[in-house]
């Protein structure tokens, strides 16, 4: 039987040459790109599609404009090539817009609270190629806009742009990523793809970051303004590259984004030297007598928040996770313990955290015993807890995992409220908010699953046609909080709201025409539209955010099932939950080797499942749960181990756990009866 079972077994998970599913990657295949449709056009322009092709012809005379489209958000430099002018040329301009909403001949969407970014304008005075100053280069559109204003003509024989994200990786390999995704619903896939592209927008050359030249000390421009100054030059990191949050802004670094952007970057692409720089620069700036990190990175001021500060630390703590290098962590952790000793400063009698400075997603009403503080404070003790055995450092442990317990006893005494069936902000309010009690629940602050599945039903019961919303925010849908709320979903075991909240916030993302069809926004309204409550600058919110990347790495880690445990993967656990899909195939690499997972459903009940560890790691495997009664066996396909059976008596039995699974190939198949 076994010998049998080898020969029919098809390599299926054995390392092709090609990238999986790579027609779905949305990065470009080279830095050289050209416009791949036109959007609109104004005035005397003659043939305007020629400059969709790298050489063409299109004559601009007196006022005239052609807006053109990428297909997808881009970033980076332009250059024109001009061919002939004839009579009074002067210049021509250039804006950009991620959004359709603010294509125009006068301005490019905005960077600032206010107004509209000024023309990028060049000076044409002979035919030749004109490129825009490198701090000029644009972070993230969609549509870029080609204007004329003078009463001559000009030839324009092509509109360029040479892509500067990712600036760290050969300029034939931008699309080589290290991890894939596949199911049977298309919006799923391409939402995972979107995901992975908008870290790498927000994947900068450290040198060209913080586009907000107007955040501190500039004049208020009024709102209708269309010549706000706009560039890109300051050093937020070292190395020569950086993962900030945003693509056109504000593309400085901040840890909190970094929460959701890292796993995702980890699943995709796995570009943890951006990651290590980003971290680094803010570990540079923390105060070295209190330990306080800062809210944001440079040139940011120094300002405390207390749940940026905490994830700086957790960002340290994924890294290890994800990588297993102990000498990164090991170079941060006189700083780390620094760090964590300032925020449990701030338990007070309750057991708890008094939040004393509100900074944080820019939500509301931060303040006191809030309860999602608290609940990233008792996630990042026990992060502490997990480095300081990595590190055998044990002497913080016992008063570490006495508060971290306190926390919990507190946080459950004070702030859960049974009647709401769920958490409130804190002790004072009823309101129950989205980022507390999904923290909760990743935290497991919770003290019963009866907690987390009113949670996860809660949040559910909230959602509007857009998505979920943020009652902490005012009227906000934040992708990023909602992408800890997929998590509290996919933890609490409801696999089927997970991907429902995915396919109707990210699809609308995805879908809605003002938006790029390839990277995820900032944030936006509970009417859907694209306002963000904390911007009076709707032309400001960013379309690229890598805080919005939620859904990339919970497919992965939650529906494919392949979750992490320790070391960048020395400890695993298999667990995929098809939730209604009836295919799910993932993989990803870390420097510990290959990790890969399918899935399939089969008519009448029964499913296979494929994975693949590196040889040398151990795991468990957390079968799919079984409809009806029946037989499940387990073979490594390399024939080394003994064959696994197990009888299941249906779903009422709960999943089926097999331990201490040794790294290598694996066939599991369910059959009933
Ligand atoms: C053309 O003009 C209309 C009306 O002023 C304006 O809304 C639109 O943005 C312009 N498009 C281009 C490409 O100039
Ligand atoms: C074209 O726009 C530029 C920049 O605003 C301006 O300097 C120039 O005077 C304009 N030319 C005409 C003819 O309007
Ligand atoms: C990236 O992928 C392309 C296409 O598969 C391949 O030709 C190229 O060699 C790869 N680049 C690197 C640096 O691996
Ligand atoms: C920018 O535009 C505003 C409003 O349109 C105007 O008040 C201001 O003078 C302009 N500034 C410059 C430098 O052109
Ligand atoms: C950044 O660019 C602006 C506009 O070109 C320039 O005025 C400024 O000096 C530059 N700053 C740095 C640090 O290079
Ligand atoms: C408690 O939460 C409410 C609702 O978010 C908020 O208005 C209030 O300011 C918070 N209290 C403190 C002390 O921050
Ligand atoms: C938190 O600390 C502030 C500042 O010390 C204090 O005013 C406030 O009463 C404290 N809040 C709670 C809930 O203890
Ligand atoms: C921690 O101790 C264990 C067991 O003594 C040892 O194998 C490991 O190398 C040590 N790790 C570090 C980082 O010192
Ligand atoms: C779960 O824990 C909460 C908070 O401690 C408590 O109020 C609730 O009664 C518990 N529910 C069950 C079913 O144990
Ligand atoms: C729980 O919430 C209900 C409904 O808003 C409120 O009436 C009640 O006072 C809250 N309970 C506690 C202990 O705060
Ligand atoms: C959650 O916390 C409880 C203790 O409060 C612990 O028994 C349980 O193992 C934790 N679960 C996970 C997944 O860490
Ligand atoms: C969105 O992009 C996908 C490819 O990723 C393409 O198939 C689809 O047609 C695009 N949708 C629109 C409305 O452009």
Not at 259 to 276: F, H, K, L, M
Not at 483 to 500: K, N, V
Request: glycine fraction near 10%; include cysteine; charge should be negative.
């Amino acid at each position: 039987m076994k010998s049998f079972f080898r020969l029919i077994v098809p390599f299926l998970l054995s390392k092709a040459s090609a990238i999986p599913y790579n027609e779905y990657i949305l990065a470009p295949r080279t830095r050289t790109l050209y416009p791949v449709s036109v959007h609109s056009s104004n005035g005397s322009v003659s043939n305007p599609e020629s400059l969709t092709s790298p050489s063409g012809s299109t004559v601009f005379e007196g006022d005239a404009a052609t807006a053109y489209d990428f297909g997808k958000n881009i970033a980076g430099v332009v250059s024109l090539e001009i061919g002939s002018i004839s009579g009074e040329v002067g210049e021509i301009g250039v804006t950009f817009s991620e959004s359709s909403l603010w294509v125009s001949n006068q301005s490019s969407d905005a960077t600032a609270d206010s107004g509209y970014d000024e023309t990028l304008w060049f000076k044409i005075t002979a035919p030749g190629r004109y490129t825009a100053p490198r701090e000029r280069e644009r972070g993230g559109f969609r549509y870029m806009t080609l204007v004329h204003n003078a009463t001559g003509s000009v030839e324009v024989t092509s509109a360029q742009v040479h892509f500067t994200a990712m600036p760290h990786w050969e300029d034939d390999s931008l699309a080589n990523y290290t991890g894939y995704f596949h199911s049977n619903d298309e919006l799923l896939n391409r939402i995972w793809y979107a995901g992975a592209y908008t870290n790498q927008l927000c994947t900068i050359d450290p040198k060209y970051g913080n586009a907000l030249v107007h955040l501190f000390g500039e004049p208020t421009w009024p709102p209708d303004a269309r010549n706000v100054t706009w560039y890109s030059n300051y050093t937020i990191a070292g190395g020569s590259s950086a993962l900030v949050d945003g693509a056109k802004r504000d593309k400085i670094v901040w840890a909190g984004d970094m929460a959701i952007a890292v796993p995702a970057v980890v699943t995709s692409t796995n570009d943890i030297i951006s990651i290590e720089n980003s971290l680094n620069s803010l570990f540079d700036s923390q105060n070295a007598s209190t330990g306080q990190l800062p809210w944001g990175g440079k040139p940011f001021p120094s300002i405390l928040s207390f749940t940026y500060h905490l994830y700086t630390l957790i960002g340290v703590a994924d890294h290890y996770l994800y990588t297993g290098n102990l000498d990164y962590a090991s170079s941060k952790w006189e700083q780390w313990k620094l760090a964590l000793r300032f925020s449990m400063s701030f338990i007070d009698e309750t057991d708890l955290m008094n939040v004393t400075s509100s900074p944080d997603w820019l939500r509301s009403g931060m303040g006191g015993h809030n309860i999602e503080a608290n609940s990233i404070l008792y996630f990042t003790i026990n992060q502490g807890i997990a480095l300081a055995e990595a590190l055998n450092d044990t002497a913080p442990i016992p008063s570490w995992k006495l508060a971290a317990e306190k926390v919990k006893t507190a946080a459950n005494k004070l702030l859960w409220n049974d009647t709401l069936g769920m958490y409130t902000d804190n002790e004072t309010t009823t309101l129950t908010p989205q980022d507390g009690n999904s923290w909760a629940v990743v935290a497991n602050l919770t003290a019963n699953a009866t907690q987390t599945s009113s949670i996860s039903s809660k949040l559910t019961s909230r959602w509007t046609p857009y998505g979920a919303p943020a009652p902490e925010a005012a009227d906000a849908i934040s992708p990023f909080i909602s992408g800890f709320e997929l998590q509290a979903h996919f933890l609490t075991g409801d696999t089927r709201a997970g991907l429902e909240l995915m396919r109707l916030q990210w699809g609308f993302m995805m879908d809605d025409p003002r938006m790029t069809n390839s990277t995820f926004i900032e944030g936006y309204s509970t009417s859907g539209a694209l306002h963000y409550a904390p911007y009076p600058n709707d032309a400001r919110i960013s379309h690229a955010h890598g805080w919005a990347a939620g859904p990339t790495s919970s497919l992965t880690f939650y529906v494919a099932g392949i979750q992490l445990l320790s070391a960048g993967g020395k400890t695993w656990r298999i667990a995929p939950s098809l939730g209604d899909l009836e295919f799910v195939e993932a993989g990803f690499s870390t420097t510990v080797g290959s990790f890969a997972a399918k899935v399939e459903m089969e008519e009448g009940g029964g499913w296979s499942l494929e994975f693949e560890t590196p040889v040398g790691t151990v795991g468990e495997v957390v079968l799919p749960v079984t409809a009806s009664a029946g037989s499940i066996v387990m073979r490594d396909v390399g024939g080394v181990e003994e064959d696994v059976e197990i009888k299941v008596a249906g779903a009422d039995d709960g999943p089926a756990v097999v331990a201490d699974v040794s790294g290598g190939k694996w066939m599991a198949t369910f059959k009933c009866g």
